[in-house]
């Protein structure tokens, strides 16, 4: 089952939970800001190779607004994960609750 969660909960899940948090946007999006901890999966590099890049149940995904991300829990999902979020809004949302991004020293 995947479940949307906002960027409170998102926070919480990853400050007490054991949960990855996979960003499947595209390097340019990565490097404007991403969410500290995030490991960076563009969705194109999921779908080619998705047993990969997912080795484990308790992912929150993210992208910009939450589109790419709720295709990439449904492709986790068909792939027999059972412990699957969405972050709606994506990062916008995050950034816009007021919380931190990480952006590279030279995108600064």
Known sequence: ????????????????????????????????GHIAGARHVPLAQLRANPKAE???????????????????????????????YNLVGGTRAWHNAGLPLVRPASAA
């Open 1 to 32: 089952m995947i479940q949307t969660v906002t960027p409170q909960q998102a926070q919480e899940l990853m400050l007490h939970g054991d949960v990855d948090v996979v960003d499947v946007r595209e390097l340019n999006e990565w490097h404007c």
């Open 54 to 84: 997912l080795p484990r149940d308790g992912i929150i995904f993210v992208c910009a607004a939450g589109v790419r991300s709720e295709t990439a829990a449904r492709l986790a999902h068909s792939h027999g994960l059972t412990k699957l």
